[in-house]
């Protein structure tokens, strides 16, 4: 699989001009706080719709201005972790993982399959309010993969737990990926996660994206 995005966006003064493609690995987009990374992820998942541009995913054209292609996130395979999660409160665990599975059919199986993946049974019928930190991402990440998703987005994933659970929640969010047969987006502005994470960053400086190269480039 394979990530093409090459899109502008204007909002307000600030510019967001991103051109990059990627493969099947873990690509940081590093950069600091209101460089555009996160509206770029966006862009991605067609929260927000670039001014002009084209995303394509695994040959599959997600949003071409000239073309007048648009689709909506539903359709576009793409998994984006939220910095808070946006789990559904009035859901349970057990609930919040059903609703993304595809094949209703398969929907208990598959329910069971990342409940014990992700160590989520025990938590299986509390509501996010009721978990950790660690526990709502873990539910965030088996919802996301039981949607089967062809790429996967991360903002800043580790901004909203606490300094002591990031290193364990690290370890266990890189295993998790390691399996994961398509694109991954990291976007951080912690350079020591992104040596840690991914092999290969692209820079976006105030809202411009520099071209990707190798963690030792």
Same mark, same amino acid.
């Given at each position: 699989?394979?990530?093409? %995005? ?8 600030f510019?967001?001009? %991103?051109?990059? =493609?990627?493969?099947?690995e ?12 996160? *509206?770029?992820l ?13 995303? =394509? @995913?695994?040959g ?26 946006? @789990?559904?409160?009035n859901?349970? *665990?057990?609930?919040n993982?059903a609703?993304? *599975? ?37 539910c ?12 996967? @987005? ?14 364990? @929640?690290?370890? =266990? ?11 991954v ?19 976006i ?10 963690? =030792?480039?």
């Amino acid at each position: 699989m394979a990530l093409s %995005v090459d899109i502008q966006k204007q909002l307000g003064d600030f510019r967001l001009e %991103v051109r990059f =493609e990627t493969g099947d690995e873990t690509l940081a987009l590093l950069g600091a706080s209101g460089c555009g990374k996160s *509206v770029t992820l966006k862009c991605i998942a067609g929260i927000l719709t670039p001014d002009e541009g084209h995303i =394509e @995913l695994d040959g599959v054209t997600l949003y071409d201005s000239a073309a007048r292609i648009d689709l909506p996130p539903q359709r576009r395979r793409v998994g984006y972790l939220f910095q808070q999660y946006a @789990l559904f409160p009035n859901m349970t *665990v057990r609930q919040n993982i059903a609703a993304a *599975v595809r094949d209703k059919s398969r929907r208990q199986t598959e329910v069971a399959e990342k409940l014990r993946q992700f160590q989520l049974e025990a938590v299986a019928d509390q509501k996010p309010g009721q978990l950790s930190g660690g526990q709502q991402q873990r539910c965030a990440l088996a919802r996301i993969l039981a949607s089967e998703p062809k790429a996967i @987005l991360l903002d800043e994933p580790f901004s909203a737990l606490d300094s002591y659970l990031k290193y364990q @929640l690290e370890l =266990e969010l890189a295993d998790t990926l390691g399996g994961f047969p398509g694109t991954v987006l990291w976007v951080s502005h912690d350079r020591g996660e992104v040596f840690r994470n991914c092999r290969r960053v692209c820079v976006i400086d105030r809202g411009r994206s520099q071209p990707v190269t190798t963690l =030792e480039e």
